[in-house]
């Protein structure tokens, strides 16, 4: 199963190997429970943990290998971030996909050995979406060939960008590109923003800190203000759009090209999130199967808590989902890749498809990655509200994809455009030039589902019934669109009359696209029990999936009520069928302890003793006595004594 999951033998072979040698090597492990240190002593530990690992990182991993710099990224920095977080995850991204072979030439060799660490400075304190009214400008001085970036007000200081604040010393700066008076909109600029020596701000520039999050605190996301701060022309990451010394400007072949660092890390997030997911459903399966609470027989002891029917509806959908959303991640990350290779030789053909598949994907599964994760923590009752679950920081981190990579109800609008495009082509009896991604808005389907009625059909008829689901709402928010432009409304007006039953259409759209890659991956599978194990749980995701949407598929009567039954008695048929695999299809992930960092969620169950030497460790119990006590309440009380 750990195959499955992580794409291959090798990969789980070698996921396991890493694990093993970081098991030996204690340098690299928590010096203490992350819970119990402060903000700057999670960054120390972070920084210290970095340095050590960028000398040894070659005898623990291919260095080569993102997956397995993840891997490594997990294990021994964890989730909460790291000084260089943004140094891999955008910054070199940006530099690759952006940058000429002569800037790379220049600057990505220096970024790979770590000479310099860099950040992606795009939001800014008034605008992170609406990336037209940035504020930050670089306007081309031609007597000098430089460009001059301004802050203009406050609202135009970079905000945000992870590791800008402290730890970064260069940047991929988005600004607008103003040459001759003209505007030529958002640009990515490489700026060094720190001397390298002294690790000073450079003269023109403020930066520091934007202080505590909801999670993430090891990251020192940034501001960052420019004072007429100047670079040079060549600075302009050149790949794709280029500026000649006498302010010649060079369109590239498509507007948006300079946006694919933000599409490289929503295609790779999501297996990111299908990880977090996973982990939080690992903590809690693993102690619902150690905490007993009450019985369903009297006559019988208590039982374990996972028996309750409850706890497996509250637990077992998420656990399809990041089955799910792993293999839905796998595909996308392939998507890309080959998109990002066809660009580089000019072919721009498929980004549309891949931002339209991407903003859906990062949406859908960053919010129910965030509903599962919150589950699995009320699923652990009290002590999955105690930091020693650690659920509550996975679910912070996890949720922070809601925002991050383009806020959900906007990236949602953008597959949304896709949709009423690929609709409007439906419409006009041009079905044939729909991508393969949308296809089936084309294809009549039959008047009601045959679910419950075909013997051995599948998953077919469901399938089938997603797509009649997604279609229609499609066609329906599209219709309502164009009826109001028919009427005489402005088209942005229009839009934002439609754009609940718009992002309506496009979760529709993504949660078929998941059942579809989940359907995918199960016939792919050769071995029988991982296939029967997969396929149970595929069962219990469509079916659960189909009853959280079934209302659109009943107010036409696609669906009838008898089916509705059928299919909610198949999710109780199929909570059951899993629960004597749900610990092991969790411990496929094969997380080791040391990356987990809870103390309910240890392998070996040994909780409660557990629970009590990691209360015993806590800073407060250092002494018997505090000084809020001798200080304030102490003599409070002895004053109300009198
Ligand atoms: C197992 C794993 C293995 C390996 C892992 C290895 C490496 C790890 C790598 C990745 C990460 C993994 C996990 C992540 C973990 C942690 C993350 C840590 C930190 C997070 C860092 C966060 C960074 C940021 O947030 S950066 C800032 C991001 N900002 C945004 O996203 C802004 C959102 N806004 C926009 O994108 C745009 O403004 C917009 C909303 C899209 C609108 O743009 P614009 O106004 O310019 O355009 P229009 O609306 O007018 O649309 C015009 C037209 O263009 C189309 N369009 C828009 N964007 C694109 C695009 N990108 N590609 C193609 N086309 C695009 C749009 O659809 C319109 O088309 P139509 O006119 O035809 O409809
Ligand atoms: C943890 C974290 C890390 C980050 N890291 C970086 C980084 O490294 N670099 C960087 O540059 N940025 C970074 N960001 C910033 C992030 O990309 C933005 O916060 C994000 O894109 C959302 O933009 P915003 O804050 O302007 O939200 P807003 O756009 O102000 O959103 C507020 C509300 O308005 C709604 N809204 C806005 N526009 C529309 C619209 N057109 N239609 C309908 N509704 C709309 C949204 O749906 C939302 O409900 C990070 C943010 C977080 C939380």
Request: aromatic residues 8%; hydrophobic residues 40%.
């Amino acid at each position: 199963m750990a195959a499955q999951i992580w794409g291959s033998e090798k990969r789980a072979r070698r996921r396991r190997e890493i694990s093993a040698k970081i098991a030996q090597m204690p340098e690299l492990h928590d010096s203490k429970p992350l819970p119990f240190m402060t903000r700057e002593e999670k960054i120390m530990e972070s920084a210290r943990k970095l340095t050590i690992l960028t000398e040894k990182m070659g005898q623990i991993i291919d260095p080569t290998d993102p997956a397995e710099l993840y891997h490594l990224n997990n294990e021994v920095l964890g989730l909460e971030g790291n000084p260089m977080a943004l140094h891999g995850v955008m910054f070199i991204p940006a530099l690759s996909a952006q940058a000429s072979d002569e800037q790379q030439a220049k600057w990505l060799p220096r970024a790979l050995r770590r000479e310099i660490i860099g950040t992606y400075a795009q939001t800014e304190l008034g605008h992170g979406t609406n990336l037209q009214n940035l504020e930050t400008t670089a306007t081309y001085d031609l007597a000098t060939q430089e460009f001059v970036l301004h802050t203009p007000q406050i609202t135009a200081l970079k905000w945000w960008p992870g590791n800008l604040g402290k730890s970064s010393n260069y940047a991929v700066v988005v600004a607008h590109m103003i040459i001759k008076a003209k505007n030529y909109g958002p640009h990515p600029f490489m700026v060094q923003l720190r001397d390298e020596k002294t690790h000073e701000p450079l003269p023109g520039i403020t930066i520091g800190d934007i202080g505590p999050k909801m999670a993430y605190n090891i990251v020192d996301n940034g501001f960052l203000g420019f004072n007429k701060y100047r670079i040079p022309r060549t600075n302009l990451l050149m790949r794709h759009t280029k500026v000649e010394a006498d302010g010649t400007y060079i369109k590239p072949p498509h507007a948006k090209i300079n946006y694919s660092a933000m599409v490289h890390v929503r295609a790779y997030m999501l297996t990111g999130q299908a990880i977090m997911l996973a982990s939080a459903l690992n903590i809690a399966t693993r102690y619902s199967s150690v905490r007993r609470q009450g019985q369903i027989d009297k006559s019988q002891p208590e039982v374990k808590v996972l028996e309750y029917q409850t706890q497996q509806h509250r637990l077992f959908p998420s656990i399809a989902r990041a089955y799910a959303f792993q293999f839905a991640g796998a595909e996308t990350v392939k998507l890309y890749e080959h998109v990002l290779k066809e660009m580089k030789s000019g072919n721009v053909s498929l980004m549309a498809d891949l931002h339209a598949l991407t903003s859906g994907l990062k949406s859908v599964v960053t919010y129910q990655t965030g509903e599962g994760i919150e589950q699995a923590r009320m699923a652990c009752g009290g002590h999955g509200y105690s930091m020693a679950s650690y659920i509550s920081e996975i679910y912070g981190v996890a949720i922070g994809g809601c925002t991050y990579e383009g806020e959900n109800m906007v990236m949602l609008l953008q597959l949304a455009r896709y949709l009423v495009k690929s609709a409007a082509l439906v419409k006009s009896g041009q079905s044939s030039k729909l991508g393969p991604l949308v296809a089936y808005l084309g294809v009549k389907s039959e008047p009601t589902s045959l679910i419950d009625r075909i013997p051995n059909s599948g998953f077919t008829e469901y399938v089938k019934t997603f797509q009649h689901v997604s279609k229609r709402q499609t066609l329906k928010a599209a219709d309502m669109f164009f009826g109001l432009m028919e009427k005489g409304e402005k088209r942005e007006i229009a839009w934002n009359k439609c754009s609940v039953e718009l992002n309506r259409a496009s979760r529709l759209h993504t949660r078929l696209f998941i059942v579809e890659a989940f359907v995918r991956r199960v016939n792919e599978i050769a071995d029988i029990r991982i296939k029967e194990a997969l396929t149970d749980l595929l069962h219990l995701h469509v079916n659960y999936e189909l009853l959280d949407i079934a209302s659109y598929a009943l107010e036409d009567g696609f669906l009838s009520a008898s089916q509705l039954d059928y299919i909610r008695d198949q999710v109780y048929l199929y909570l059951g069928k899993i629960r004597p695999n749900a610990v092991s299809l969790l411990d496929s992930w094969e997380f080791s302890d040391i990356e987990l960092r809870s103390v309910l969620g240890r392998r070996d169950g040994n909780v409660y003793e557990n629970l009590f030497k990691w209360a015993k460790s806590s800073p407060l119990n250092k002494t018997d006595v505090l000084s809020s006590v001798t200080q304030y309440l102490k003599p409070m009380m002895e004053k109300a004594r009198l």
